[in-house]
């Protein structure tokens, strides 16, 4: 699988706009891009997936680069409840064991008031 | 709907003792996973299981690891004996039939091994 690089840590005023990075220089073409976060003593929770084009849910936006190397994901208006750890994850299309997510040490965002 | 469930939330034990950890999936999804997260990582899958066979469990200590999913709905986990090492919190999460987009994970049990 292809490795993702992202910065340990963030901070983010409250209601300002996240931009957590991620590199996955080394990314296939049919390789997807996943966003999971982690709240304190909560599992990791699903926020957001695409492949080229840039995807927008309720919780966020994904950019990705033209040449999908690297994309950011985007909390348009942070708040206290999204201070969390974000995991860029990219995933093969495939079934079976190759669908695992694999989790790197993830970026931990803070929010601040 | 409800969430992936699991039980105990918190367990101590001495090391060489045995523990075991139990999730229900969400109803209707056919895989589950077993994950392990030391303090400061991410989340390492142990295990995964296809309705009660198991796809991948490469990674998990079969010397004192073992995993069980009778009837393709509950999952166990269980470790004997337990070392120091194994203090992390053990998280399940479950997805669709076919692996699915999305996994759903448990609150997790996290483990303290004296």
């Known amino acids: 699988d292809a490795k993702t690089t992202q910065p340990p840590s963030m901070d983010c005023a409250e209601g300002r706009a996240a931009n957590l990075p991620c590199n996955h220089s080394t990314i296939s073409g049919n390789e997807y891009v996943y966003w999971y976060r982690q709240i304190h003593s909560q599992g990791p929770q699903y926020i957001i997936h695409?492949?080229?084009n840039n995807e927008t849910n309720e919780m966020a936006s994904l950019i990705i680069t033209e040449d999908r190397k690297s994309s950011t994901l985007i909390l348009p208006h942070a708040t206290l409840r999204d201070t969390a750890v974000y995991y860029c994850i990219v995933r093969p299309p495939f079934s079976g064991s190759a669908r695992q997510l694999t989790f790197g040490s993830g970026t931990q965002l803070t929010v601040l008031p | 709907e409800a969430g992936v469930a699991q039980s105990p939330r918190y367990k101590i034990i001495e090391k060489r003792q045995s523990v075991a950890f139990w999730c229900n999936p969400i109803?209707?999804?056919?895989?589950l996973y077993w994950y392990q997260q030391i303090l400061g990582q991410g989340p390492k899958l142990l295990i995964q299981f296809q309705n009660n066979g198991v796809v991948d469990d490469s990674q998990l200590p079969k010397d004192r690891f073992s995993a069980e999913r009778l009837k393709g709905v509950d999952s166990t986990l269980k470790i004997q004996p337990a070392k120091l090492e194994d203090s992390a919190v053990y998280l399940c999460?479950?997805?669709?039939?076919?692996?699915?987009?999305?996994?759903?994970f448990g609150p997790g049990t996290r483990l303290l091994v004296l």
């Open positions: 999460a479950s997805s669709k039939p076919g692996g699915g987009e999305t996994q759903y």
């Open positions: 695409g492949l080229k």
């Open positions: 109803s209707g999804h056919a895989t």
